[in-house]
């Protein structure tokens, strides 16, 4: 115990004597500058290149730093979209629609609105409302589709008739459709965090 | 001196004059008034949501495949962790209306008034940080309404001009609701905004020390009156009795109004009814009652209003030569915040 206890005191005054001597050595160079302008402007000098030099390195590598942080926290992906199958053209009439699950389960009505056999005689609408992202749901007896969020509701081609949308001509967002060998495709959503059941 | 003593002042070298500089601030006489400790209301809930949060995050899973079930947990199995997430629930209730009222109160008593600017300002910065946590910390139970809550929230982001793309992918991850969603709510409820909170919290302090608080006589008073009293130990006392009060009526609101669970969050189908939490009832239904790109921009000229308060007050008093003009400015905007929210409260839609 009481060796210990000398050991740390020795430690400590060969500490001091090792900081007495930097502030001797410092004091020293000091005290030359004080008496001599010219070395005290060149030290000042020294200390703005080499303090600007080691300022600018310290900005740089954390500048980096940050813009490697707001890379690393910016999405690296905005989720995966692929081109599903919905249908033969024969198998939906003009007027009729049929409703596409996507893989990521999310709803899609998908309408034939003319007798061309192209991807524009078809309407595919999002479920998602353009205001603020809700789900929008069909009122068969409104015949509408109503958004239960901010009260926005759109006709059966995702027109707005009410609400924010309405005030702001936001309609319902349109799936892209292709048709390819009389076969028609949806580019949707594949995954999502919806629990599968 | 005791040899306890001595030996604690060697190592830390304070002396009793010293730490009664430290601890005995004149505080104003109209301190005496509990409504006017509401400063330190906020803080002590803090620490009680600290204490619990921290107890919380040992079982608390923040990602989407686990964390409605482990808030379930946490509710439902885990000893007194109803009570412990009810208290939080709670305290978090409690602290933003604090923060409110003492908002309120500063503003109506022209405490933000030169040399004062700065301090509003760093309260202003709390009260974002408060709405943020509380915003963040209903998401993280991952139901129906704080899903589809934080859905609209960061959508609402969107449509801020500029930036407000790169602000919603940033707090979703992604450009909708996904699985990385989740932790960074946690990470910003967890550890960003508190720690911004404690080193605000720390400024402003440090502030009101240098400043002094703001003296507010009233007309009932005589001049003759004591102008002053110690903080030590007459207004700890004080605290120490609005500490024991919250405490009760914290621990009696989690026991009669404990914290339930809606059902788990389905990103398929937004519910029927949905309502954010109250405090942000008002800018729902300004939502509803405007066009989103006029809400947002209203909005964000609202808070930066607020932000520049002390000087906008200062400029209209000198343009109109009325010192009061800012009282009437608060009452009417108080009137518009209660009456939105209640409007807000009343109606399904």
């Known amino acids: 115990m009481r060796k210990s206890l000398l050991d740390r005191e020795l430690r400590s005054r060969t500490g001091v004597k090792i900081v007495s001597e930097i502030l001797k050595r410092t004091r020293g160079h000091a005290g030359q500058s004080t008496m001599n302008n010219h070395a005290d402007s060149a030290s000042r000098r020294a200390f703005l290149l080499t303090g600007s030099c080691m300022g600018g390195g310290l900005i740089a590598g954390y500048g980096t730093l940050g813009i490697m942080a707001g890379q690393f926290l910016y999405p690296a992906d905005d989720g995966d979209f692929g081109w599903q199958f919905v249908a033969s053209l024969h198998e939906i009439a003009v007027g009729e629609s049929r409703e596409y699950v996507a893989p990521s389960g999310a709803r899609v009505v998908v309408a034939r609105q003319t007798e061309q056999e192209t991807a524009d005689a078809f309407i595919a609408l999002s479920s998602v409302c353009p205001h603020l992202g809700c789900r929008v749901h069909w009122e068969p007896h409104n015949s509408r589709f109503f958004c239960p969020c901010h009260n926005g509701a759109f006709d059966r081609q995702g027109q707005p008739t009410e609400g924010p949308p309405a005030a702001a001509g936001q309609q319902l967002v349109r799936f892209p459709l292709k048709v390819e060998d009389g076969l028609l495709f949806i580019e949707a959503p594949l995954s999502s965090i919806a629990r599968e059941s | ?349």
């Open chain 2, 1 to 349: 001196m005791t040899r306890v003593g001595q030996w604690l002042h060697e190592r830390i070298p304070v002396s009793g004059q010293q730490l009664r500089e430290l601890t005995n601030e004149p505080v104003p006489n109209h301190l005496h008034r509990w409504w006017f400790c509401l400063g330190g209301t906020p803080a002590y809930l803090f620490v009680v949501q600290i204490i619990t949060g921290i107890l919380l995050a040992f079982y608390y899973k923040g990602a989407s495949e686990s964390a409605y079930e482990s808030v379930h947990y946490i509710t439902h199995e885990a000893t007194y962790g109803w009570f412990l997430r009810s208290l939080h629930k709670w305290g978090a209730t409690f602290m933003i209306a604090a923060v409110i009222l003492h908002q309120i109160r500063v503003y109506f008593t022209g405490a933000y008034r030169r040399p004062r600017e700065l301090n509003w300002i760093i309260g202003m910065c709390l009260l974002m940080c408060t709405l943020l946590v509380g915003f963040t910390g209903y998401s993280l139970v991952f139901e129906q309404l704080s899903y589809w809550g934080a859905t609209v929230a960061a959508n609402i982001c969107d449509a801020v001009p500029l930036v407000g793309t790169l602000c919603k992918q940033m707090l979703l991850g992604g450009a909708a609701y996904n699985e990385q969603t989740l932790p960074r709510f946690y990470i910003l409820h967890a550890a960003v905004l508190p720690t911004t909170m404690i080193l605000l919290i720390a400024v402003h302090i440090a502030l009101i020390r240098l400043h002094g608080v703001t003296e507010f006589r009233s007309e009932s008073e005589h001049d003759d009156a004591p102008r002053h009293f110690n903080f030590f130990p007459d207004h700890m006392l004080t605290e120490l009795m609005i500490g024991l009060v919250l405490m009760i009526l914290l621990s009696a609101v989690s026991t009669i109004f404990p914290a339930t669970m809606g059902p788990r969050a389905d990103p398929l189908s937004t519910p029927e009814v949905i309502k954010p939490e109250w405090w942000f009832y008002v800018s729902f239904r300004w939502l509803k009652l405007f066009s989103l790109s006029f809400a947002v921009l209203s909005t964000g000229f609202i808070v930066a209003a607020m932000f520049l308060w002390p000087w906008i007050d200062a400029a209209l008093r000198k343009l109109t030569g009325y010192e009061e003009v800012s009282v009437w400015i608060g009452i009417v905007a108080t009137f518009l915040l209660v009456g939105l929210t209640v409007w807000e409260a009343a109606v399904t839609h």
